[in-house]
């Protein structure tokens, strides 16, 4: 059944990837990113290839933003049956010299704007009695992450509501789940590897990767697509490791 779908962080990288998939198996699709430029670009190639999709430039920490796309959206497709809550920021600091401001800002983004895309969202899942919620979480919030104490903490809570409303939300019909993924092919992953000397390069960490192979936003995808599908009806509250065996 094809559903109408919200992707946030859709204008590259995962978010991107699982907004082309949604969007190639045939779903409504709204694509929601703080670049605006990038995330209507993409929307048009796959509006062009005869998809449907909607874009709009939203910073998902301002909730009224938010929320006027999200009202937009089910004006143009209808009730809004699936989030993937993607949208989030990383970067390397070490404690010690973290500011207030940049830890406050790792949580807003990574976690208060996923509980506004969530609870935006619900409303019509509850009322229709079904509906898919996935986040995109980050096995830094398994395993812990040098120089990235606010990103971690960020990623640990979105577990955590993920577990929460997995369970609040189970007698509705609806269920939520995260993917915590490893190393994935994406220009945010490039860009942190550049940031100072003292982060590794990613062909040397897939070496730590079982399967060998550093993960594709496709990956992640295909994870989402079957997490949302009436086959993963009695999945709810989970953890699903897409990491090559990284953390198990």
């Excluded at 703080?34 to 449907?52: D, F, I, Q, T």
């Excluded at 959206?73 to 209808?78: D, K, L, M």
């Amino acid at each position: 059944m094809r559903r109408v779908a919200i992707v946030t962080g859709a204008a590259s990288g995962i978010g991107l990837g699982v907004a082309q998939w949604f969007a190639r198996a045939g779903h409504k699709v709204a694509m929601m990113d703080r670049n605006g430029e990038a995330v209507r670009s993409a929307s048009e190639e796959l509006n062009a290839e005869g998809h449907l999709t909607v874009a709009f430039e939203v910073d998902i920490a301002d909730r009224e933003n938010l929320g006027v796309a999200i009202e937009k959206t089910r004006a143009a497709f209808g009730p809004i049956e699936v989030l993937i809550a993607n949208a989030g920021i990383s970067e390397y600091k070490p404690f010690l010299e973290m500011e207030v401001a940049e830890w406050q800002r790792m949580l807003d983004i990574n976690l208060t704007g996923m509980f506004h895309s969530i609870q935006l969202a619900l409303p019509d899942m509850v009322a229709a009695g079904w509906g898919r919620v996935v986040t995109i979480s980050s096995m830094s919030a398994q395993v812990g992450a040098p120089n990235m104490a606010h990103y971690a903490a960020s990623k640990g809570g979105v577990t955590s509501l993920t577990k929460a409303l997995a369970r609040e939300f189970a007698e509705k019909g609806i269920t939520v789940n995260t993917i915590p993924p490893a190393i994935v092919h994406t220009g945010l992953s490039r860009r942190t590897e550049e940031v100072d000397g003292t982060n590794p390069r990613i062909e040397a960490m897939v070496q730590a990767v079982p399967v060998k192979r550093i993960g594709m936003p496709e990956d992640i995808a295909s994870a989402c697509e079957w997490l949302c599908s009436d086959g993963a009806s009695y999945v709810t509250g989970q953890e699903i490791n897409v990491n090559g065996g990284m953390y198990c």
